[in-house]
């Protein structure tokens, strides 16, 4: 479902909750090693929306990392259309 | 909610639809161009689609889902299913309930037929296509800018500012709206669900899946707002408050409202997006959003506050939003049986309690008027609750006997017979105790009289003169305080003496026995009775009736049959009305009290010595207006004393039974009460006279006289 190679993590979008629960135990404490994180397999759509919001989560706590499918507002996914939201949101109001 | 308690009503709902299915397919076929019943049978196959989908049961959404494009097939179209079309409807009805199995028993793999069935929609949707292509149309956007499609979805004035706030949106809208056929409808979900999402087994994404069946997912756009940094996070915890889904469909809105039955009203929202080209105004669009609950209209049970009519300008023209009038408004709840049974429990013990209080001497001889007349109010709620609660329990027998469309259906093919039902009286209600327990006695007992009751082949019966199709009736009535159903043929009857001969060999009779006509036919009930010649794979293996009557009798109930030979053969269950309460006459025998089933009851009187008789050998007899009726000694039959008391000095109690009238002497009439039937524990209960005891008021028990058993 994931795997790190150096600084880049590399995630598929079909994983399930569970799997989003592990990922994000495994990133929390790797985060200031990982520079990129990036997306494997194409013509997948999300298995679950938690994963949408980990990458978001992820981006707020550190945003600098760079995450190629949350670059602009918008991604296009097969089956579930153009995924959009602004830009403000990206912005870690707590 | 839990998942698991969701998972449960899934089942229960599922289950309903389930077993509607073949009921609606029959009467499709019966009327294969009623709309309305194709619509319905649409709905319980889309729903079953949406929900299975929605608890992950792949299995049963992918085989249902191909079952909702052959129907969807029939309902946009002049062309209607004909017999082996109904053959593939049925065979995946089948499907679908062994699907189902597999799906809440986690069993792996799929039913046999599964396969051959999905195959099967494929073949007909092709075939169907092949040769209704050349009808298709196709439409472009420029076909609206000729209609006039705004006063259709008119909107207050204020509503309009209100959409027209959101100019992101609406540039969005205009631009999508341009991507759809004529065919087809833009839509609006929003999603608002709660932050236990994910606890509940729901997902965003299962509802995109759900709604990419059903169309083309435009666009979704997500508030990721709320989600917080990494050290905050849970991700098994829903921080989206809201997702707005443009989905391009040609369903309407109550179809895909279906998707989101299993969430909370407040956590989705269906709005159809439509627009109008103006010439007046050189092309300034004005946008306009007609905007409905979708649960509300699919359920039609009550107008939302928010979900106001529009104004309309044009009202012949306008697509008004249905609200039922206040005589329509019925809602339902659905009850655990469990708790009805109990609450039928406390309303026994309630009326116990109040004949209690009504028969207490010390208040009886309290000469207040005020305290009588509440005693008297309590006894008259009391018993209007007892009503309806009991009324809580009554269902009509309808659905049983609408089953037995299929069951009929199904046996005359394999035994290539051709045979008709007629059903009456389903309207007649039963206790929902007796329509479960029914259901298996009743379709042993139809197959029954296609297999061995009607003629072996259509030429014989014609032979006979009858009609080449039989008839298989289901009839329902009361009848002297009980509930008939008969299961009658036009076939050949049953052979007496072949039956009475069987019994000989059997040794389930001696040869000195009298046995009457009903006697002998009550022998093929018997364990391993069966005089079918051939043993057919729907009934004859003689066990069956025997088991048939077993569940009657658990019931309390019993089956009579009568028949004539080349006539015909009438199988009749009788059963009690209800389980619980009964109302009784409560009457004195040698000191003891015993209760009477009032139903049972045509009258009671003391008679003249003038009209009582005795027949040499046969008992003694009352004459009451020309009828005479045997007398029956209740003390003698039940074995309390020996005392012979004189017929013109007791009371005798006129009450019927299956063999007709005769009267009961008693010494005297206590009252009428409603009493709580108790059962009597193995000990009493084979005891034929008897059919319950019961605590009466001043907290005596009585037995209930069983009017069956008391003369034969």
């Given at each position: 479902m994931?795997?790190?190679d150096g600084?880049?993590l590399?995630?598929?979008?079909?994983m399930g909750?569970?799997?989003?629960?592990?990922?994000?135990?495994f990133i929390e404490?790797?985060l200031e090693y990982?520079d990129?994180?990036?997306?494997d397999g194409s013509g997948?759509?999300?298995?679950?929306s938690s994963l949408?919001?980990l990458?978001?989560?992820?981006?707020?706590s550190?945003?600098?990392i760079?995450?190629?499918l949350?670059e602009?507002c918008?991604?296009e996914?097969k089956?579930f259309?153009k995924?959009?939201w602004?830009e403000?949101?990206l912005?870690?109001?707590g | 909610m839990?998942?698991?308690?969701?998972?449960e009503?899934?089942i229960?709902?599922?289950?309903?639809?389930?077993?509607k299915?073949?009921?609606?397919?029959?009467?499709?076929?019966?009327?294969p161009?009623d709309k309305?019943?194709?619509n319905e049978?649409?709905?319980?196959?889309?729903?079953l689609?949406g929900s299975?989908?929605?608890f992950?049961?792949?299995?049963?959404?992918?085989?249902?889902?191909g079952f909702?494009?052959?129907?969807?097939?029939y309902r946009?179209?002049?062309?209607v299913?004909?017999r082996?079309h109904?053959?593939i409807?049925?065979d995946?009805?089948?499907v679908?309930?062994?699907?189902?199995e597999?799906e809440?028993?986690?069993?792996?793999?799929?039913?046999?037929?599964?396969q051959?069935?999905i195959?099967a929609f494929?073949?007909l949707?092709?075939?169907?296509?092949n040769?209704?292509?050349?009808?298709e149309v196709?439409?472009?956007?420029?076909?609206?800018?000729s209609?006039?499609?705004?006063s259709e979805?008119a909107?207050d004035d204020?509503?309009?500012?209100k959409?027209?706030g959101?100019?992101n949106?609406?540039?969005?809208?205009?631009?999508?709206?341009?991507?759809?056929s004529?065919?087809?409808?833009?839509?609006?979900?929003?999603l608002t669900l709660?932050?236990?999402?994910?606890l509940?087994?729901q997902?965003?994404t299962?509802f995109?899946?759900?709604?990419?069946s059903?169309?083309?997912?435009?666009?979704?756009?997500?508030?990721l707002?709320?989600?917080?940094?990494?050290?905050?996070l849970?991700?098994?915890?829903?921080?989206?408050?809201?997702v707005?889904?443009y989905l391009k469909?040609?369903k309407?809105?109550?179809?895909?409202g279906?998707?989101?039955?299993?969430l909370e009203?407040?956590?989705y929202k269906?709005e159809?997006?439509?627009?109008?080209?103006?010439d007046e105004?050189?092309?300034k669009?004005?946008?306009?959003?007609?905007?409905?609950?979708?649960?509300?209209?699919?359920?039609?049970i009550?107008?939302?506050?928010?979900?106001?009519?529009?104004k309309t300008q044009k009202?012949?023209?306008?697509?008004?939003?249905?609200?039922?009038s206040a005589?329509?408004?019925?809602?339902?709840v659905?009850?655990?049986?469990?708790?009805l049974?109990?609450l039928?429990?406390?309303?026994?013990?309630?009326v116990?309690?109040q004949n209690f209080?009504a028969?207490?001497e010390k208040i009886?001889?309290i000469?207040?008027?005020?305290v009588?007349k509440?005693?008297?109010?309590?006894?008259?709620i009391t018993?209007?609750?007892q009503?309806?609660?009991?009324?809580?329990?009554?269902?009509?027998i309808r659905?049983?006997?609408?089953?037995?469309k299929?069951v009929?259906?199904?046996s005359?093919?394999?035994?290539?017979?051709?045979?008709?039902l007629?059903?009456?009286?389903?309207?007649?209600e039963i206790?929902?105790?007796?329509?479960?327990a029914?259901?298996d006695p009743?379709i042993h007992m139809?197959?029954?009289?296609?297999d061995h009751?009607?003629?072996?082949?259509?030429?014989d019966?014609?032979?006979?003169?009858?009609n080449?199709e039989?008839?298989v009736g289901?009839r329902a009535?009361?009848?002297g305080?009980?509930?008939v159903?008969?299961?009658?043929?036009d076939?050949?009857?049953?052979?007496?003496?072949?039956?009475?001969?069987?019994?000989l060999?059997?040794?389930l009779i001696?040869e000195?026995?009298?046995?009457?006509?009903?006697q002998?036919?009550?022998l093929i009930?018997?364990?391993?009775?069966s005089?079918?010649?051939?043993i057919?794979?729907?009934?004859?293996r003689?066990?069956?009736?025997?088991?048939?009557?077993s569940?009657?009798?658990?019931?309390?109930?019993k089956?009579e049959?009568?028949?004539k030979l080349?006539k015909?053969s009438?199988?009749?269950?009788?059963?009690?009305l209800?389980l619980a309460i009964?109302?009784g006459m409560?009457v004195k025998?040698?000191?003891?009290?015993?209760i009477?089933?009032t139903?049972?009851?045509?009258e009671?009187?003391?008679p003249h010595e003038?009209i009582?008789?005795t027949?040499q050998g046969?008992g003694?007899f009352v004459?009451?207006?020309d009828?005479?009726?045997p007398i029956?000694r209740?003390?003698?039959?039940l074995e309390?004393?020996?005392?012979n008391?004189?017929v013109c000095?007791?009371t005798?109690?006129?009450?019927?039974?299956?063999?007709?009238?005769?009267?009961i002497?008693?010494?005297?009439?206590?009252?009428?009460?409603q009493?709580?039937?108790k059962?009597l524990g193995?000990t009493?209960?084979?005891l034929?006279?008897?059919?319950g005891?019961?605590?009466?008021?001043?907290?005596?028990?009585?037995l209930?006289?069983?009017?069956?058993?008391l003369?034969?």
């Amino acid at each position: 479902m994931f795997n790190i190679d150096g600084e880049v993590l590399n995630i598929t979008l079909d994983m399930g909750l569970d799997d989003v629960v592990e990922l994000k135990n495994f990133i929390e404490s790797r985060l200031e090693y990982i520079d990129e994180i990036g997306i494997d397999g194409s013509g997948k759509d999300f298995a679950t929306s938690s994963l949408l919001q980990l990458l978001i989560s992820i981006k707020k706590s550190k945003p600098e990392i760079k995450i190629p499918l949350l670059e602009g507002c918008n991604f296009e996914l097969k089956e579930f259309g153009k995924i959009s939201w602004t830009e403000e949101e990206l912005v870690d109001n707590g | 909610m839990d998942k698991e308690k969701l998972k449960e009503i899934f089942i229960e709902e599922a289950s309903e639809i389930i077993e509607k299915l073949d009921i609606e397919i029959i009467n499709l076929e019966e009327k294969p161009d009623d709309k309305d019943l194709l619509n319905e049978l649409f709905r319980g196959v889309h729903t079953l689609k949406g929900s299975a989908n929605s608890f992950g049961f792949k299995r049963l959404g992918e085989f249902v889902h191909g079952f909702e494009d052959v129907l969807d097939y029939y309902r946009g179209g002049d062309d209607v299913p004909q017999r082996e079309h109904i053959d593939i409807f049925l065979d995946a009805v089948d499907v679908i309930k062994e699907v189902f199995e597999y799906e809440i028993n986690d069993t792996s793999g799929v039913p046999d037929r599964y396969q051959d069935c999905i195959d099967a929609f494929r073949n007909l949707i092709n075939a169907k296509k092949n040769s209704s292509e050349s009808d298709e149309v196709s439409a472009t956007l420029d076909d609206l800018d000729s209609k006039d499609i705004s006063s259709e979805f008119a909107l207050d004035d204020d509503e309009t500012t209100k959409e027209q706030g959101s100019s992101n949106v609406t540039s969005l809208q205009k631009e999508l709206l341009r991507s759809l056929s004529e065919t087809e409808i833009l839509l609006k979900i929003v999603l608002t669900l709660d932050d236990d999402l994910y606890l509940r087994g729901q997902d965003h994404t299962i509802f995109l899946r759900l709604l990419k069946s059903e169309g083309v997912i435009l666009s979704s756009f997500w508030d990721l707002s709320k989600v917080p940094p990494l050290n905050e996070l849970d991700p098994q915890k829903n921080y989206i408050p809201s997702v707005e889904i443009y989905l391009k469909t040609t369903k309407d809105i109550e179809e895909i409202g279906e998707i989101f039955e299993y969430l909370e009203d407040y956590e989705y929202k269906i709005e159809e997006i439509s627009i109008n080209f103006s010439d007046e105004e050189e092309n300034k669009e004005e946008e306009k959003v007609k905007e409905k609950s979708a649960k509300e209209e699919v359920k039609n049970i009550e107008s939302q506050p928010q979900a106001k009519p529009r104004k309309t300008q044009k009202s012949e023209n306008s697509q008004e939003i249905k609200t039922p009038s206040a005589s329509q408004q019925r809602s339902f709840v659905k009850i655990d049986t469990l708790k009805l049974d109990e609450l039928f429990d406390s309303v026994g013990e309630l009326v116990i309690a109040q004949n209690f209080l009504a028969e207490n001497e010390k208040i009886n001889n309290i000469k207040d008027e005020n305290v009588l007349k509440t005693i008297e109010t309590l006894s008259k709620i009391t018993r209007l609750i007892q009503n309806r609660v009991m009324s809580l329990r009554m269902v009509p027998i309808r659905d049983t006997f609408e089953k037995m469309k299929r069951v009929v259906r199904d046996s005359s093919r394999k035994v290539k017979k051709e045979v008709k039902l007629i059903i009456s009286g389903e309207d007649t209600e039963i206790d929902k105790t007796m329509v479960d327990a029914l259901s298996d006695p009743l379709i042993h007992m139809i197959r029954n009289a296609i297999d061995h009751g009607l003629e072996a082949t259509p030429e014989d019966r014609e032979a006979k003169g009858k009609n080449r199709e039989g008839e298989v009736g289901l009839r329902a009535y009361h009848k002297g305080g009980n509930i008939v159903i008969e299961i009658s043929d036009d076939g050949r009857g049953i052979n007496r003496d072949k039956v009475y001969k069987k019994a000989l060999e059997r040794g389930l009779i001696s040869e000195d026995e009298e046995l009457s006509d009903s006697q002998v036919f009550g022998l093929i009930m018997q364990a391993g009775f069966s005089t079918a010649d051939k043993i057919s794979d729907i009934s004859g293996r003689g066990v069956g009736l025997d088991v048939v009557r077993s569940s009657i009798e658990a019931l309390r109930g019993k089956v009579e049959i009568e028949s004539k030979l080349d006539k015909g053969s009438k199988f009749c269950i009788l059963l009690p009305l209800t389980l619980a309460i009964i109302d009784g006459m409560l009457v004195k025998s040698s000191g003891e009290t015993f209760i009477i089933p009032t139903l049972s009851i045509v009258e009671s009187f003391r008679p003249h010595e003038d009209i009582v008789h005795t027949a040499q050998g046969q008992g003694e007899f009352v004459n009451l207006r020309d009828e005479l009726l045997p007398i029956v000694r209740l003390n003698r039959i039940l074995e309390l004393d020996n005392n012979n008391p004189k017929v013109c000095e007791s009371t005798l109690v006129c009450a019927e039974n299956e063999n007709g009238r005769f009267a009961i002497l008693v010494d005297e009439l206590v009252g009428r009460q409603q009493v709580v039937i108790k059962t009597l524990g193995k000990t009493l209960s084979h005891l034929k006279e008897v059919s319950g005891g019961a605590v009466l008021g001043n907290g005596e028990i009585a037995l209930i006289l069983n009017v069956e058993g008391l003369y034969n």
